[in-house]
């Protein structure tokens, strides 16, 4: 699948990777962006190149209504969904800082929410004769860290998501893709981490993996991670306990 001239909607534009996907994507191709916030746009190809929709994806019923909107602009259909806005909540369960209500806000970003479009918009992504749905995953949701418990357990979820409905959809014209990235230079990882790669290269891979119709790809450090947790899991999990990512 080319990107040029299909309707994409994509969530998290506001910033970091959903940024970078939106300026990269927005030239040739119509982008509705879901996330709280407008994206900020430099110069778009054509005025309608970018449509945003303020969306809480923790709420369902803001979610549902993006998904009606959605279907009111494209009565045709879309081409793509890109599931790419993800939070995560640093604090143990041990921490004197933890907040409970923090869990159900991270499931419901990192997982709920995808599902729920990946749901609502099925049928609109059958209308066209080639589509697909990204997940945007996470090295941690192969092996997690103790810092994020709830995240990682959310890239997990992402993952038998998207591999189920691969199957389920097997059939059909949509394909499931997602790709697993390692710690990437973004707002969400400001002063974590270090060896960080750039948020703009990893929205081109996946530009790239999109069009190559790779079903899964592991970016960065990710692909020694797998291959160590293939061959020694208990060695992968000290890695990242000492702060791999």
Same mark, same amino acid.
């Given at each position: 699948m080319k990107l040029e001239n299909k309707t994409i909607v994509l969530t998290g534009g506001r910033s970091g990777i959903g940024s970078d996907l939106l300026s990269q994507l927005i030239g040739q191709n119509t982008i509705i962006n879901l996330s709280r916030n407008a994206p900020a746009i430099a110069a778009p190809a054509r005025k309608d190149s970018c449509r945003h929709i303020s969306t809480d994806l923790a709420d369902a019923a803001s979610v549902a209504g993006a998904i009606s909107k959605i279907k009111e602009l494209c009565p045709d259909g879309i081409d793509g969904l890109i599931n790419c806005a993800a939070v995560q909540f640093l604090p143990q369960? /041990?921490? *004197? *800082?933890?907040?409970?209500?923090?869990i159900a806000k991270e499931i419901a970003v990192n997982f709920t929410s995808p599902a729920e479009l990946i749901s609502g918009l099925l049928d609109s992504m059958l209308k066209r004769p080639e589509a697909f749905v990204f997940n945007v995953n996470s090295g941690l949701g192969i092996v997690p860290k103790h810092e994020s418990a709830i995240y990682c357990a959310s890239k997990a979820a992402l993952d038998n998501l998207t591999r189920g409905l691969r199957a389920q959809l097997a059939h059909?014209? /949509?394909?499931?893709?997602?790709?697993? %990235?390692? %710690? /990437? *230079?973004?707002?969400?990882?400001?002063?974590?981490?270090?060896?960080?790669? =750039? =948020?703009? =290269? /990893?929205?081109?891979?996946?530009?790239?993996?999109?069009? =190559?119709?790779?079903l899964d790809l592991d970016i960065g450090k990710v692909k020694m991670l797998r291959s160590i947790n293939r061959i020694s899991p208990a060695l992968a999990h000290r890695i990242m306990q000492k702060g791999g990512s």
């Open positions: 369960f /041990v921490a *004197d *800082d933890f907040e409970h209500n923090s059909t014209s /949509v394909r499931m893709q997602q790709a697993f %990235l390692p %710690l /990437v *230079d973004t707002p969400m990882t400001t002063g974590r981490g270090s060896g960080k790669i =750039s =948020s703009a =290269s /990893v929205a081109g891979q996946i530009i790239r993996q999109i069009e =190559s119709g790779t």
